[in-house]
């Protein structure tokens, strides 16, 4: 994209990280294998931000959020049809003989108009804000799960929990407050060579 982060910007990501791996690290379904898919997933996540950012901000092929979210949506389908159809066969025959029953099928689609929602406004947030930017949010919302899952469901809470939220919390007030002064910083420098 060519925007480079200010060292001091990236310095405030440490927090961030380190406080959501404190506030996850307790979690009672904790494990290695999932930490690793669940890296594996940032890694993509990420990557899918950085390049839809370039395609959406390309002035010769002007794509907008949502255009380029569906455009994603259709060949992401297109690509997992013939796997999901391989790997798990027997579903696809339960839902054609009607053996699925209607109020699962109900909360699926339920829960897939809520993901697909939540993605539309995620690409609208891409499209205003920096791929970091949005990353920082997006480990601010596991953070408000977390908190979430603490206050409706019960979940017990550990001071390394609260701590690690805490953390995070504090990592995310201080990117945006160095991110700002970053900005700032360019728009004067930028400036002063014009």
Not at 54 to 64: F, P, Q, S, T, W
Not at 93 to 99: D, P
Not at 111 to 119: E, G, P
């Amino acid at each position: 994209l060519g925007d480079w982060a200010h060292p001091l910007v990236l310095l405030t990501l440490l927090p961030i990280v380190i406080g959501v791996s404190l506030a996850s690290f307790t979690e009672a379904s904790f494990n290695w294998m999932g930490l690793g898919a669940a890296m594996g997933s940032n890694v993509f996540f990420q990557s899918r931000n950085v390049i839809s950012k370039v395609v959406m901000g390309d002035e010769k092929k002007k794509v907008d959020s949502v255009a380029l979210f569906s455009m994603i949506t259709i060949i992401s389908f297109l690509i997992t049809l013939p796997l999901a159809l391989t790997v798990e066969p027997q579903a696809f025959t339960a839902l054609a003989a009607g053996e699925i029953p209607g109020d699962i099928i109900d909360k699926a689609l339920k829960a897939a108009f809520c993901f697909h929602a939540y993605q539309q406004v995620s690409y609208a947030i891409l499209s205003r804000v920096t791929p970091v930017t949005h990353s920082v949010g997006n480990c601010v919302k596991r953070v408000v799960v977390i908190a979430s899952s603490i206050l409706f469901f019960r979940n017990p809470v550990s001071p390394l929990n609260l701590a690690g939220a805490g953390i995070a919390l504090s990592g995310v007030a201080a990117y945006s407050t160095v991110k700002r002064m970053s900005d700032k910083w360019k728009n004067e420098k930028k400036e002063k060579e014009d």
